[in-house]
C-alpha cells in the first residue's frame, strides 16, 4: 500500500512540476495565419506567406519580411538593436546575447558596440486587446559592449497559442496585438 501511495505521490509531484515548468517550441505556421498590431501612431497587419529553408517570410502592407527561427529580422542590415530575438524552446530562466552595432550620431562609430542581453523572466497570464493570454515574458537589457553600462532595455511578450509576440515594449512605446488568425 505503501509503495502505491509513494507511486501515486511522485506522479503528482512530477505533474505539478512539469505545469509550473512550461515550454515553447519553435511555432510552425501556415498560409494565411495574420497578426495585427497598433500602437498610438500606427497600426500593421503581419501575414505568413511560406517558409523556405531555414526562413520565415512575412508580408507587412507591400513590403515582405524575411526572419529567421528565432523571429529576427534577417534583411535589416542598418545596425542598431535588433528588436525581439526568441531562442527556442523558450523556458522560464532561460537567456541569451546578441550583439550589435548601435546607429550612431554622424556616422561616428566611437563606442557603438552593443550587448542585448535577453532572458526569459516569467509565464504569466497578460491581456491585450487581441484577449488574455499566457505568456513568456522576456526582458532585454542593452548594454555598452565596451564599457558595460547600461544603455536601454525592452520587454517582449510571446503566447504560444498565439505562435508570435502580443506586447512589446521599446523607447517608450507600446505596440499591442489587436487582432490574430493561426491555424
Do not use: C
Not at 73 to 101: A, C, M, S
Not at 105 to 110: C, K, L, W, Y
Amino acid at each position: 500500500m505503501s509503495k502505491v501511495l509513494l507511486l501515486l505521490a511522485a506522479l503528482l509531484m512530477f505533474d505539478i512540476s512539469y505545469a509550473a515548468n512550461p515550454a515553447a517550441e519553435r511555432p510552425s505556421y501556415s498560409t494565411g495565419d495574420y497578426w495585427i498590431y497598433a500602437d498610438d501612431d500606427k497600426k500593421m497587419k503581419v501575414e505568413f506567406l511560406r517558409e523556405e529553408k531555414d526562413r520565415y517570410i512575412f508580408e507587412t502592407g507591400a513590403t515582405k519580411v524575411v526572419k529567421d527561427f528565432n523571429l529576427t529580422n534577417v534583411g535589416d542590415k542598418t545596425g542598431g538593436f535588433p528588436g525581439p530575438i526568441i531562442k527556442f524552446p523558450l523556458t522560464v530562466g532561460k537567456w541569451w546575447n546578441h550583439e550589435f552595432q548601435a546607429k550612431t550620431i554622424a556616422g561616428s562609430r566611437q563606442d557603438a558596440g552593443r550587448i542585448a542581453k535577453y532572458e526569459v523572466e516569467s509565464y504569466e497570464q497578460i491581456t491585450v486587446p487581441a484577449g488574455t493570454f499566457w505568456a513568456f515574458k522576456i526582458t532585454v537589457t542593452i548594454v555598452s559592449a565596451k564599457f558595460q553600462h547600461f544603455v536601454g532595455s525592452a520587454y517582449y511578450w510571446y503566447a504560444p497559442e498565439v505562435k508570435n509576440i502580443i506586447k512589446g515594449i521599446y523607447k517608450g512605446k507600446i505596440l499591442e496585438l489587436k487582432q490574430f488568425k493561426v491555424k
